[in-house]
C-alpha cells in the first residue's frame, strides 16, 4: 500500500474520512474548505521559489536548504498536520534529503499566524512505522468505520456521505 501525507492527516482528523479516501471516494472537489485550502496555498507560494514540489506521492508545500514547509488553512487538527509533516521529512530522509520541519498555520483561531518547528528523530521515526501498519489494518478492511460525531463533522467534505 502507497501511504500518502493525506491519509495520515485523515488518519488523524477522521478514521472513517481515511478509510474513504484511501478506497478512492473522494468527495473533495465538492468542499468549500478545501478549494479555499487551495486558494491560500496559491497565494502563499505565489512568486516563490521552492514552492509546492511534487515527489513521488506528497506534495511539498515549500522546500528551503534548512526547512521543509507545510502549510495549513488553520491550527484546527494540529496533531494531523505535525504527523502529515514528520511523514514527509522521513520520505525526503529515505530520498537522502535532510531538513528540519516548519509548520506554518495562516489562520490561529482567526488571529495572527502561528509556526511550529519539528526535527524528525528516532522516536519520530518509531511512531510513524506504527502509524503505517495502523492505517494499513484500516483501510485494508473490508468496512469503512462507524461514523464519530463530531462537531467538525459539518465541515468536512465527506459530510453529504456520512449523513444524508
Not at 511534487?54 to 505535525?82: F, G, M, P, R
Request: charged share 35%; with cysteine.
Amino acid at each position: 500500500m502507497n501511504i500518502t501525507g493525506t491519509m495520515i492527516n485523515y488518519y488523524f482528523h477522521c478514521k472513517r474520512q481515511c478509510w474513504l479516501f484511501a478506497n478512492r471516494i473522494n468527495l473533495e472537489d465538492n468542499s468549500e474548505d478545501v478549494h479555499i485550502g487551495r486558494v491560500l496555498h496559491e497565494i502563499a507560494s505565489e512568486g516563490k521559489e521552492n514552492s509546492e514540489i511534487s515527489i513521488d506521492n506528497i506534495k511539498i508545500d515549500k522546500i528551503t536548504d534548512e526547512y521543509l514547509t507545510e502549510i495549513k488553512k488553520s491550527d484546527a487538527d494540529e496533531e494531523a498536520s505535525k504527523w502529515q509533516l514528520i511523514y514527509y521529512l522521513k520520505v525526503l530522509k529515505d530520498k537522502g534529503i535532510e531538513r528540519k520541519g516548519k509548520l506554518e498555520f495562516i489562520e490561529k483561531n482567526k488571529q495572527d499566524k502561528k509556526v511550529i518547528y519539528y526535527d524528525l528523530n528516532d522516536e519520530y521515526e518509531k511512531q510513524l512505522m506504527e502509524l503505517y501498519k495502523s492505517i494499513e489494518t484500516l483501510v485494508n478492511s473490508s468496512t469503512s468505520p462507524e461514523i464519530e460525531k463530531s462537531s467538525k463533522c459539518k465541515r468536512c467534505a465527506y459530510y453529504e456521505y456520512c449523513y444524508i
